[in-house]
C-alpha cells in the first residue's frame, strides 16, 4: 500500500546477562550503563575446574582459554533454563582475570598461608595483571563471539610480614586473584600502576565497551 514504510526492527538489548559473581563487574558494567541480570552455574556444574592452569600454560593463554570455556558454559546454561532461544537471546559476558609474575600464575589463594606465600612473593616488585572479556550474542540467526585482553602492571611497596597477616584478617584477600583486591585496602601497598584501573579490578571498562558495541549494546 501507498503511503506506508516498513521499518526494521533493529532494538537494542535491553539488558545482558552477566556470567559472574564478581560484585566489582557489576558495578563497573553499570558504571557503562549497562542493565544486566546474573547467570551464575548451579550446583550441577563444576564452575571450579574450569579456571584449572593446564602444564606450563602462558598466563595470556590461560587467562584467555578459561573465559572461552566459561562463555560456552554460560550460553549452554542459558540455552538448558530456556533463556536463549532463536526468538529471544540477551548477550552474555563473562571475565577471567588472572595475577602473573613472569610465567608464574597467581590465582585465587586457598587459605590464609596460601594468600601469605603470594603477598609475599609480590611484596617490592612488579607483577602483571591479566583480564579477558568474552561476550557472546545472537545476529542473523547464528551466534558470534568477540574477546578482548587487558593486560596491566602493578607495583607494590615492600611489605612487612605484620602487614601481610592484617591484610589477610581482613579476609579480602579470598577469592581474589593474586590475594588482593585493588579497590579495597590492598590500595595501599601498591605505589605504581601502569595500565588499566577497571582491568586490575576485573572488567576493563575500554574493551568491554568494544565488545559490547559489536553486540549492538551501546
Not at 583480564?131 to 550474542?137: D, E, K, L, Q, R
Not at 612487612?160 to 579480602?172: F, G, L, V
Amino acid at each position: 500500500m501507498r503511503g506506508i514504510r516498513i521499518i526494521a526492527n533493529d532494538m537494542k538489548p535491553s539488558f545482558i546477562y552477566l556470567a559472574s559473581q564478581s560484585p566489582r563487574r557489576a558495578e563497573l558494567l553499570a558504571q557503562l550503563g549497562v542493565a544486566h541480570q546474573l547467570l551464575l552455574a548451579d550446583e550441577t556444574e563444576d564452575a571450579e575446574s574450569l579456571e584449572a592452569v593446564r602444564g606450563a600454560e602462558a598466563p595470556a593463554t590461560y587467562v584467555q582459554r578459561v573465559t572461552k570455556l566459561k562463555l560456552g558454559a554460560a550460553v549452554a546454561r542459558a540455552q538448558k533454563r530456556g533463556l536463549w532461544t532463536k526468538q529471544e537471546a540477551q548477550p552474555i559476558l563473562c571475565a577471567d582475570t588472572t595475577v602473573a609474575m613472569g610465567r608464574e600464575i597467581f590465582g585465587k589463594p586457598s587459605g590464609a598461608r596460601a594468600a601469605g606465600q603470594m603477598l609475599g612473593t609480590l611484596s617490592g616488585k612488579t607483577h602483571r595483571v591479566l583480564t579477558s572479556v568474552g561476550v557472546a550474542w545472537r545476529a542473523d540467526g547464528q551466534v558470534k563471539t568477540g574477546f578482548a585482553l587487558s593486560e596491566s602492571r602493578v607495583t607494590f611497596a615492600p611489605l612487612t610480614k605484620r602487614e601481610i597477616e592484617a591484610y589477610i584478617a581482613t579476609d579480602e584477600p579470598f577469592g581474589k586473584a593474586g590475594g588482593y583486591g585493588v579497590q579495597g585496602k590492598a590500595a595501599a601497598f601498591i605505589s605504581n600502576i601502569a595500565g588499566s584501573y577497571s582491568g586490575i579490578m576485573g572488567l576493563p571498562l575500554y574493551e568491554t565497551a568494544q565488545l559490547l558495541r559489536q553486540a549492538k549494546i551501546l
